[in-house]
Nanobody, 123 residues
Framework: QVQLVESGGGSVQAGGSLKLSCAAS?????????MAWYRQAPGKERELVSI???????SYGDSVKGRFSISQDNAKNTLYLQMNSLKPEDTAVYYC????????????????WGQGTQVTVSS
């Protein structure tokens, strides 16, 4: 079973930047139909941040459009999330997720999840 391990979280002031990474411990991320970043803040529901398909198509949640950028490096088996112009409301635990079934990706259902990395943005 492939394990997804996130890194890159931390504390930053508003307006700053962070880059999250999600490394696959085994297997190959190009075998996934889609990979995604989700986040969950205390007391709130899990929120989709961004999705990237195996073909390279990307989509973003309205709250992060223009500020965040998702990418993947198949040679490194790593998914990234570049976060710029961070706001206090971006504070959350960020999770990467992956799914091989394109039907499940369309439905927003992901089978493989990382353990999460904390991002804290102070004002």
């Amino acid at each position: 079973q492939v394990q997804l391990v996130e890194s890159g979280g931390g504390s930053v002031q508003a307006g700053g930047s962070l880059k999250l990474s999600c490394a696959a411990s085994s297997g190959y991320i190009f075998s996934y139909c889609g990979m995604a970043w989700y986040r969950q803040a205390p007391g709130k529901e899990r929120e989709l941040v961004s999705i990237i398909s195996s073909g390279g198509s990307t989509s973003y949640g309205d709250s992060v459009k223009g500020r965040f950028s998702i990418s993947q490096d198949n040679a490194k088996n790593t998914l990234y999330l570049q976060m710029n112009s961070l706001k206090p409301e971006d504070t959350a635990v960020y999770y990467c997720a992956a799914e091989r079934s394109c039907l499940r990706v369309v439905d927003g259902r992901f089978s493989d999840w990382g353990q999460g990395t904390q991002v804290t943005v102070s004002s």
